[in-house]
């Protein structure tokens, strides 16, 4: 459980801080500041998940869950750790995206099939009913958006202290916490992604970026309703 909780942690991280983190570096590294660097880097953890989604299961007829799993967390740990210390280029961004994409293939390894599909239908209309809220509402969300943003940073200080804990019950109520504020950032970014549109903003990969965004939504809200309701692989 305590792997698994790292595993989305990591997954929130990214999804928080990766295209700032490049923008807040740009000065120093001018190559990572184009908009198309980080979208390129989301896009690419998406894909490189279909092979690691392979990968994972071919070594998982030949190595024991508990070592497979501990090398991916490690080995993800350590790429984040390097990304973070070396210097930055676009080349370095793409390869450590496709590293994260690769390791966040073993929900496929720790799960069953059934609880995957279920939290997947699950997910989908979750996302959808809310999408089509940020869309259509005539009510603004920005403090709402503002409220859901402070509530994500407290969920990741207390996942933060919770890898020291390592208490399954702050687990499960963190994954609860988590799937209500990524609904709710769910129908903000859709109403952001509207605004942007309307208002003949969309330039510089604007688009792009907010459908990553929602991507990520989606992402962030499968996983928890996994860690909540989802049935492990014996």
């Known amino acids: 459980t305590l792997g698994y909780f790292v595993c989305g942690f990591q997954v929130v991280f990214i999804a928080v801080h990766l295209a ?7 000065a120093t590294y001018p190559a990572v500041g184009s908009p198309t660097v980080a979208t390129t880097a989301l896009a690419l953890i998406g894909l490189f998940n279909v092979f690691g989604t392979f990968g994972a299961g071919m070594l998982g007829q030949r190595l024991p869950k508990r070592y497979l799993l501990s ?37 496929f ?66 994954s609860a916490i988590s799937i209500v504020i990524f609904l709710g950032l769910t129908a903000y970014d859709t109403q952001q992604i509207r605004e942007i549109v309307s208002d003949g903003e969309a330039g510089d990969g604007a688009e792009i970026s907010g459908a990553l965004t929602l991507y990520l939504d989606f992402i962030n809200i499968f996983l928890s309703l996994l860690q909540l309701f989802g049935n492990r692989k014996d």
Do not use: H
């Open 20 to 26: 700032p983190y490049l923008k807040d570096l740009s």
């Open 109 to 174: 390894y720790v799960f069953t099939t059934g609880s995957i599909v279920m939290a997947f239908v699950s997910t989908s209309i979750l996302f959808g009913t809310m999408s089509l809220y940020g869309y259509f509402t005539k009510r603004s969300l920005e403090s709402m958006g503002q409220f859901l943003f402070v509530g994500l940073i407290a969920v990741i200080i207390a996942g933060l202290i919770n890898l020291f804990v390592g208490s399954s019950v702050l687990t499960m109520v963190i």
């Open 71 to 107: 090398g991916i967390y490690l080995g993800r740990s350590i790429a984040i750790v390097g990304f973070l210390l070396l210097p930055l280029s676009p080349m370095t961004t793409y390869i450590f995206a496709a590293i994260m994409g690769v390791s966040l293939a073993t929900i």
